[in-house]
């Protein structure tokens, strides 16, 4: 019987996406994956430090695993991710029970790592690299199982130049670099075959895909375009029905962009743009390099090219030096732009950046907390709002699979949870597989989600304007 994998993910969209391509990889090398970490010989940490908790939650975790090594003869744990990249050789000299540690550029070694610690050997390699090599992973193996049916992560760009003052993410993904669009389309269509509809489109600041390139005029070396060009591209690929991105930087939109938003309807009504803070003075501080109104400009652009088009971000409150007045700034902003949701966070100092040597005008622990509940509340009632504008409304659906209750209470119908174009949680009586998609109209706001009726389709059963990859094999087949 093969041996056994299994990965704990934390933190973004990056490192989950890593995770799969980690697990990817150990499937090609004869690896199966285990359903939990209870009947595995080999368990992985992948890690966040993007705020101090996130850190934190490793060593208390690494702690704790010594007796799930202990339990079983032969089992081998590995730790990778920002807090593996930052810490390399510290963590396997603090902790003696763990056998590797892998950096964020070091992905493609693990399965050897892996190997070598059941012969006993203990290794970090946290080396970084300006080779798009690290863009050449194999293909899905046919074990491969997708948490998000119809759905999948496509990495079109790594690594930030932006240094944000606040942020550790420079340090441990490294230099921006854009892959290869040839590369990109190539896996998009092979996803569309195994019936993904939805690509989200990754990278630390994807919207910035392809500038180095374009400014040096180096595109026809490095085969990239701009980002809006690569958008148009991607939604011609039969079976591709919706296109995200995340997380797009503010300084990197363009007029190419938001016409994009315009004229492709693959690409969804929805843009994740984090704000950080309203107030410039603020901003400036954070190195964000754009003001609140440069900021609101794309903003309000973004939501007159494409009706309907809903907006989240992330917002930091209780950075050094945030005073009353630049947080009732950001309350003001978040309002006045109606975001539907938002990630808030607490200012959390970073070692090595340049925000963790700011001494002067840091937030007490205790404002900071009144900030972010006062925030959350406003964006509570902010969601809440743009929930009961929907009600009436009919929509469509991608199925991820049985909503909570119908996995609680399978007495009661069937009922599905699916994300709406605008990836607002959608409910509905329903019992279509995960991956499908399905059209309902939106009878009920709740603070959270919105429910669903499912309307009949019309017409024929093929609604979409596109084919699905196998429809379109099969229609261009020769007769
Ligand atoms: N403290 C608090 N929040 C942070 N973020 C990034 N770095 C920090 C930090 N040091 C937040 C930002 C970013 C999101 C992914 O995490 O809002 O957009
Ligand atoms: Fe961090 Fe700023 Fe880069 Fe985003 S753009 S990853 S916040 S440095």
Partial sequence: MPRRFYIRTYGCQMNVHDSDKLANLLLHAGWAQAESDGPCELLIINTCSIREKAENKLY?????LREWKDEVPGRALGVGGCVAQQEGDAILRRFGHLDFVFGT???RWVPEMAEAAFDGMREARTGTTASLERFDLPERHPEFRASTPGRAFLTVMEGCDMFCSFCIVPTTRGREISRPAQGILDEAAALAKTGVRQLTLLGQTVNAYGRHDQRRAQTAETGTMGFAALVRRLAEIPGIER???TSPHPLFFDEALVRAHAEVPELCPHVHLPLQSGSNRILEAMRRRYTAEEYSRWAEALKAARPGLVLTTD?????????????????????ALAFVDAYTFKYSPRPGTPAAQLTEGSVPADVAQDRLERLQDLLRRLTL?????RVGETTEILVEGPSRRARERPDQPAQIRGRDPQHRVVNAEHSAPGGSLVQVEIVEATPHS??????PEEGATLTRGKRTADEEGRLSAPS
Wanted: charged fraction near 20%; glycine fraction near 10%.
């Fill in 60 to 64: 208390s975790d690494l702690g704790a």
């Fill in 105 to 107: 550029h070091n992905l």
């Fill in 243 to 245: 296109i995200r991105y």
């Fill in 315 to 335: 917002v930091i409150v209780g950075f050094p030096g945030e005073t009353e007045a630049d947080f009732e700034a950001t309350l003001a902003l978040v309002e």
């Fill in 385 to 389: 709002a743009a929930h009961r504008a």
């Fill in 450 to 455: 919105l429910i669903g009726r499912p309307v």
